[in-house]
C-alpha cells in the first residue's frame, strides 16, 4: 500500500487480474512504484486487513504510468481506513480506481 506521508506515488502498471466481464477479480491490482517496489492492492490469507476497489474508468494497458494519492480517511480504536485514488499521468484522464484499505486494530 501507499504510505499516506508520502507524496504522490507514480507507477507502472506490469499486471491487472480481471475476469471474462472485465472486471477486477478479487480486487487484485499490481503496480510497480518509481522506487521498484511492489504493491499488490489484496488481502493476505493471514491479514487482517482487506481491500474494497471502486474500478471507476477504463483500465489502463501494461506500461501505462499512473499516480497514486493515499489518504488516512478513518482511526479509531478498531480499524484504521486509507483511500487512494489511482488517476492517469495525464491530465484530463479519468480517475482509474478508488482502493480503500481497512486495517482492524487488535
Request: hydrophobic share 45%; aromatic share 2%; net charge negative.
Amino acid at each position: 500500500m501507499i504510505e499516506t506521508d508520502k507524496p504522490s506515488a507514480r507507477m507502472t502498471v506490469t499486471s491487472v487480474m480481471l475476469d471474462d466481464d472485465g472486471i477486477v477479480l478479487s480486487g487484485y491490482l499490481l503496480v510497480l512504484t518509481n522506487t521498484a517496489t511492489m504493491a499488490v492492492l489484496a488481502p493476505g490469507a493471514s491479514s487482517t486487513s482487506r481491500y474494497v476497489i471502486d474500478v471507476l474508468g477504463p483500465l489502463p494497458g501494461a506500461g501505462a504510468v499512473l499516480l497514486a494519492e493515499s489518504t488516512l480517511t478513518a482511526d479509531t480504536d478498531h480499524q484504521v481506513v486509507c483511500d487512494t485514488v489511482i488517476r492517469h499521468e495525464s491530465a484530463g484522464l479519468p480517475v482509474v480506481a478508488v482502493v480503500r484499505h481497512y486495517t482492524d486494530v487488535d
